[in-house]
Antibody
Framework: QVQLVQSGAEVKKPGASVKVSCKAS????????IHWVRQAPGQGLEWMGW????????YYPQNFQGRVTMTRDTSINTVYMELSGLTSDDTAVYYC???????????WGQGTLVTVSS | DIQMTQSPSSLSASVGDRVTITCQAS??????LNWYQQKPGKAPKLLIY???NLETGVPSRFSGSGSGTDFTFTISSLQPEDIATYYC?????????FGGGTKVEIK
């Protein structure tokens, strides 16, 4: 069965970086884009961009450009989302989602809580 | 970026009531709109894509309509398990953007 399993919770200091992993199983890894979405405590959803696991191509919204990097390792069916220059505003649950076609998300990771605190 | 304005931000209704949520886009997005349900502590779940297509396995009491800039999401008969926050998302133009969400509670 399809599964996306994310890495565990992280606590980081302001200015640091965090790298969250999303390990896929149960399907052809290179056949589906992976998107990342985050949700600050008690807030709404914020789309962070995508990676094409086949080509490694990425798209990041302007407000994340220069701070976010999405990569993949096809040998272990894993995608990574690294966010640098952390501030308290980056405290959130980060989700990876598998997207079929252009925009239909069908499977999500369990979420990774990243807490930024001095 | 395309702004998505959802209303209301929260609502309270009785079991069996018809519930309607609206989503307005800041520009024409044709029908490139998703509706998600998110229960507390869980990842979002796609309910409707392309504004009006029900995702496989989603109960038929959920429906969506609209095109252009104005969209509606309806629960025809609210059930206790529908307590959640609902979000619209446009995918007509990058970056994809979400509405602010509508929290649905039972009266």
């Amino acid at each position: 069965q399809v599964q996306l399993v994310q890495s565990g919770a992280e606590v980081k200091k302001p200015g640091a970086s965090v790298k969250v992993s999303c390990k896929a199983s149960g399907y052809t890894f290179t056949g589906y884009y992976i998107h990342w979405v985050r949700q600050a405590p008690g807030q709404g959803l914020e789309w962070m961009g995508w990676i094409n696991p086949n080509s490694g191509g990425t798209y990041y919204p302007q407000n994340f450009q220069g701070r976010v990097t999405m990569t993949r390792d096809t040998s272990i069916n894993t995608v990574y989302m690294e966010l640098s220059g952390l501030t308290s505003d980056d405290t959130a649950v980060y989700y990876c989602e598998r997207v079929s076609g252009y925009s239909r998300s069908d499977y999500w990771g369990q979420g990774t809580l990243v807490t930024v605190s001095s | 970026d395309i702004q998505m304005t959802q209303s209301p931000s929260s609502l309270s209704a009785s079991v069996g009531d018809r519930v309607t949520i609206t989503c307005q886009a800041s520009q024409d997005i044709t029908n490139y709109l998703n509706w998600y349900q998110q229960k507390p502590g869980k990842a979002p779940k796609l309910l409707i894509y392309d504004a009006s297509n029900l995702e496989t396995g989603v109960p038929s009491r959920f429906s969506g309509s609209g095109s252009g800039t104005d969209f509606t999401f309806t629960i025809s008969s609210l059930q206790p398990e529908d307590i959640a926050t609902y979000y619209c998302q446009q995918y007509d133009k990058l970056p994809f953007t979400f509405g602010g969400g509508t929290k649905v509670e039972i009266k």
